[in-house]
């Protein structure tokens, strides 16, 4: 039986992250170790991992964030912005030997439990290599956002309306 479990991002686990960032990503969109591990120390209660019989099989990154514009890659940012009025996926990444488990819509589901929790009404991203047509599946919609060419061709804002549960 396979067991597996969501939880938050700690320190012991940035070298399976960079592996599976690795893994996932092509050089241009890899980010250092030090820019990830800031995002998660500047909101450490919103990035978590998921792991498949104890092995870290996938992470996501969020924090707060303000505005249409997002974040630029791979910078390390210096504070949170004190007025966020969204919930930012930063980065999602399942390794590709542990894909069809379903790993990536847990990790979603959580994060949008958690942003909801937190009184956030609407949760931003930006689509790389072609995700839009996944993050679409997640009811996020295209914004017309320019965005630096650092995130690549084909990069897409994404943005999400959250409503409270029934």
């Known amino acids: 039986m396979i067991s597996r479990q969501i939880r938050l991002m700690h320190s012991d686990d940035f ?3 960079l592996t599976l960032q690795a893994d996932c990503y092509p050089q241009a969109l890899i980010e250092t170790a030090n820019t990830l591990q800031q995002k998660q120390q500047l909101s450490p209660y919103s990035s978590w991992v998921i ?3 104890e092995q870290v099989s996938g992470y996501l990154f969020c924090h707060p964030w303000f505005g249409e514009k997002p974040p630029a890659l791979n910078a390390q940012l210096s504070h949170l912005p004190e ?5 930012y996926i930063h980065d999602l990444a399942i390794s590709p030997n542990a894909r ?7 990790l979603i589901q959580h994060a949008m439990a958690w942003a ?15 995700a839009d047509r996944f993050w679409q ?15 690549g061709e084909n990069a897409v804002c ?4 959250l409503q409270a549960p029934l």
């Open 158 to 161: 994404m943005l999400r309306q």
């Open 137 to 151: 599946k997640h009811h996020f919609q295209p914004l017309s956002t320019p965005l630096p060419a650092a995130y």
């Open 15 to 17: 070298s399976a992250i």
């Open 83 to 87: 007025m966020a009025d969204r919930f």
């Open 51 to 53: 792991t498949l019989n």
């Open 116 to 130: 909801m929790h937190a009184n956030f009404s609407q949760v931003m991203l930006v689509a790389v290599m072609g």
């Open 100 to 106: 069809g488990n379903n790993l990536a819509e847990q």
